[in-house]
């Protein structure tokens, strides 16, 4: 009876550990590319357009009166990410177009931090990868002790007969899309705000 106790917990805990080694796995595969060089521009882009039809979506979604649109906290996101100011007015009166309009105000700001870093000779493709990574490798280890801490109090689900294996599979799945939009979020909010090589000039100097 021993034995078996002894195999099923470990059975178990493989399970459990094939759960991670498939998030690691998807993980890894993009840590990689950032390695070898790849040019992550397109999903750096990706992940906007993404971070912007989810904002969209939770703020002002087209299904409900402009009136209901929560415009204070879009303003809000747009200016402290990307730094674009827009009134809340200019919000409602974009009903119809709104995506469009976001996307080109944004997209304004994006081409102009790539041209930015160019003309003082930094490839900003370089500086996309070495975010992305850096942003990558501080989720994933937090990411590994949300997972660790929950599958030490996993077991407990069974009292409300709950399969804990399944439990597991569905909150560590949860848990790994949270941890891939704080990639995109941070991601996005660092290669904004990251300053320019001359603005650096200028800070040292002032």
Known sequence: KVELYHFDIRKQLLE?????NKQREAVYILRNALLD????????????DESLEEKEAMWCPAKEHPE?????????WLEATFGVKMEPTGLIGAQG???????????????????????????????????LLQVIDMAWKDHLYQLDHLKQGIGLRAYAQKDPKIEYQKESFQLFEGMMVRIREETIGFLMRIPAPSEQTGKRAS
């Open 16 to 20: 459990y550990d094939n759960v991670m």
């Open 97 to 131: 177009t709104l995506s469009e309009t976001l996307r080109l105000a944004v997209d304004r700001v994006y081409k102009g931090r790539t041209e930015q870093f160019q003309s003082e000779g930094v490839s900003f493709k370089e500086i996309e990868r070495m975010v």
């Open 68 to 76: 209901k649109w929560d415009t204070a906290q879009m303003v809000l």
């Open 37 to 48: 060089g790849a040019d992550i521009s397109p999903r750096i882009q990706i992940m906007i």
